[in-house]
């Protein structure tokens, strides 16, 4: 017992500061006025269609946009590869406004099950700048994350096509046999994506 409860203070304690859910990292509170992404948290499953019905009941001056992030996969079944979308957080989904605290309290008038997640108990915490940029740079216009091609020529990774492409640098692990790799997004190591990588190429 006494091990189990150590277990969870070192959990705590090496846990980074600043974190939204899914280890997303978390900005600064910012001055109403300025538009950022806060994370919402919603019922497992049904991502989408919460964010379709939020779009329909808030004013857009209080929600801009309302999104699941969903990611393209890699999936293996009888021998043959082929491309499947995921939601890359399950059970959340994003908020763009730029009044977070009017949002809330759109949202606790309404029946739909969605509120703002925060972090380390403060409320209405948006995502960080680095990570919100880096997803607007690499998902498309219906907010899919999809996958790359690349080639490794001598030992070096050469991304060909995809959201990938000119990012090699941030590319810490490839996975060739699951078409998957590790992209590090900086804030000292502390959050990492997976991202579909497919490498048909290796000399």
């Not at 969870?8 to 997303?24: E, F, I, S």
């Not at 990292?25 to 499953?45: I, Q, T």
Request: net charge positive; aromatic share 8%.
């Amino acid at each position: 017992m006494a091990e189990a409860t150590l277990n969870r203070t070192r959990q705590r304690t090496v846990r980074p500061a600043g974190t939204l859910a899914g280890g997303l990292p978390c900005g600064r509170r910012v001055p109403r006025g300025r538009v950022r992404w806060y994370l919402l948290k919603v019922r497992v499953g049904s991502e989408a269609a919460t964010c379709e019905r939020l779009l329909r009941a808030v004013p857009r001056d209080l929600l801009l946009d309302c999104f699941p992030l969903v990611k393209e996969r890699w999936f293996k079944r009888a021998g043959a590869w082929s491309l499947q979308r995921a939601t890359a957080y399950r059970g959340y989904a994003f908020a763009v406004t730029a009044d977070p605290a009017g949002l809330a309290k759109a949202l606790s008038r309404l029946s739909v099950q969605a509120e703002i997640a925060g972090a380390d108990g403060r409320a209405w915490m948006p995502l960080a700048p680095d990570a919100q940029e880096w997803f607007e740079r690499c998902m498309d216009a219906d907010h899919v994350l999809r996958s790359s091609t690349a080639v490794i020529v001598d030992g070096v990774l050469h991304v060909k096509e995809g959201p990938l492409m000119g990012q090699e640098d941030r590319i810490s692990k490839v996975d060739r046999h699951r078409r998957r790799c590790e992209v590090s997004l900086g804030w000292d190591g502390a959050f990492t994506e997976q991202m579909p990588l497919d490498v048909p190429f290796k000399s």
